[in-house]
């Protein structure tokens, strides 16, 4: 107790007395990035306004596709979505990707990958009958087993490795609660392999893999039933639904349908941003959008690289609108009328209104009719005297 308190005695001669109210704050190291220390071993921070303000994001962007009217068919769907994606984030930041269509156009194959798969068959069989050698042999990516012919190597990856993903598959159904979180840990590498090289491997039962293609690249993909105008309807009421809910500023349309006039002129009126991804350069779509590209544009990167032109042509027009004048009614100075004037002399005292009608019968009392005249009150004043 004793050595206590000489010590607060002895610091209290060391501080001076306008500092002991201070309080020390020590930075946290995590808001470092330099070496440099400071006076009390812990690293020295320099705050400054700057470090604290919030960076502010581009424009959120949001991309709309509609499969029916433009599907990709010169690309595989993940390598054309991956290009629109890319093309883009050139406006802003991608926050949602949408592709709608009929169940139609998931189980149509366009004519070239009919004739990719032609041709596969024919050296399949060559291969079988042994004219034709491959190069390399073909290896199993999810074993690595090495097959010198295309039939053998489906084959094996049906019998073993495709029973194998369904068993994984029951397992994951079957199980319930913790075990499933478990199981779905387990099993969330092999059934990955196993996709990916199914891909490759694999035909596709039905279509040529346009949803899972595209669901790969990040789109959320959405069926309708194969009715007239029912993808059409139902893209529409989603873009509507977004732009209620305030989610994008800029709005990406992949169509050349001209039934979405509509609602890009709500968009305009709205004060978004619209571009149209198609190929009919004098569609009614072009000439209500900002900006309009090419299917050929995009895959090529020409969409990018002009994207920086537009995107500064948007800031320069906002600029603008600030020095424009603009109407404000509430800044109108206020005109007087006569329900003003009424009203406000309801606010007037009672007092002020007597006081003021004495005034005025004073007045009037001193005031002489007009034919009575200055000079007839001098002549009789003087009659008077003489008398």
Known sequence: MVGFIRFRILFSTIVPASSRNQILVIPSAKLSHSGSTSGFGYPATSYSSSSFVPKTAGNRVAIFWDLDNKSPNS???????????TAASAFGVVRSMVAYANHHAFRYVPPVVRERRKERKTLDHLEKRGLVKPAEPYVCRVCGRKFYNNIKLVNHFKQIHEREQMKRLNRLESARGKKRVQLVAKFSMKMEKYKNSARDVLTPKVGYGLADELKRAGFWVQAVPDKPQAADDALRNHMVDMMDRKLFECLVLVSDDSDFVDVLREARLRCLKTVVVGDNNDGALRRCADSGFSWKEVILGKAKKEAVSVVGRWKDREVLKRFEWTYKPELKPKVVTLDDSEVESEDVNNEDIKSDEN????????IEPWWKLDSDDDDHTASNSFK
């Open 75 to 85: 690309l595989p769907p993940y390598n054309a979505a991956v290009k629109l994606k």
């Open 359 to 366: 005034d005025n019968s004073e007045v009037k009392e001193k």
